[in-house]
């Protein structure tokens, strides 16, 4: 195409309004945006055959812009209402959720690699460890999010180390004492070897559960209830933070 072809190309219409789809909760639906081929009554016309039950509303660029990024339409003034700022449990959770997306990409890496040394006839002992040694680094709260690249618990005769993971009756657990496995000693059956993974002591809070005596919360602990992160500072705390204050306290840097 010659440059004066280029010139006289009509350039792009820049959409400058919309018509935005709001349920009754305010939250957008999704957008019509202005072409120059349709008018504001054209698109309302649309809405109304589609959302029939929803509430179409003329917007800006600028103030679709808000909408679509999570800003909420407030019937009363007319105007984008900001999000709500994130609880300490939402923050905690996207922290692990970023955690564990980022894990999985590894694994799935090494996974990769190792297939292809398996094809090629070469050793995969290598990248078996460096899948191991990924794997047990991922932070507990991840690792919830994460289960099936956790290994099913093996009842025969397999050494397990302290810290190793593994899924019981579709629940993740982590052993307590180094020990050989037997059929007996079942993370359910077996309190003293393993535990229900609840939370995290590197910084990860995870929601406060229930625990039991087998599998309370020590000293460092943290944990996030009712909007808050709490860290416990007492060994064997089964007590939730309102309900024995002096086991909690709470953490707010």
Known sequence: MSILSKIMQPKPHKV??????FD????????????SEKTMDDLKKEAAEKYPDDLAVETSYEDHKLYVSGYTYDKETGQPVPPPEPTAEELADQKAAQQATEAKTTLNSITTRTTRMMLAG?????LQAEYQ???????????????????VW?????????????????????????????????????????AKVLTSTT??????EQPDSTNPYMIGDR??????????T?????WAPDAYPQGWKEVTE
């Open 16 to 21: 400058t309004q919309y018509l935005d789809i």
């Open 24 to 35: 009754v909760e305010g939250k957008r639906i999704t957008s019509l945006p202005l072409l």
């Open 122 to 126: 070469g050793s995969i002992a290598p």
């Open 133 to 151: 040694t990924t794997l047990a680094a991922v932070p507990d709260a991840a690792a919830l999010k994460m289960t099936d690249y956790f290994p």
């Open 154 to 194: 093996d009842s025969a005769s397999h050494a397990y180390s302290v810290g190793d993971r593994v899924m019981y009756d579709s629940t993740l657990y982590k052993c307590l004492q180094a020990h050989t496995s037997q059929a007996t000693w079942t993370p359910t059956d077996a309190p003293s070897l393993w």
């Open 203 to 208: 910084g990860e809070p995870l929601p406060w």
């Open 223 to 232: 944990v996030t209830y009712n909007g808050k992160v709490y860290e416990s």
């Open 234 to 238: 007492i060994d064997n705390n089964v």
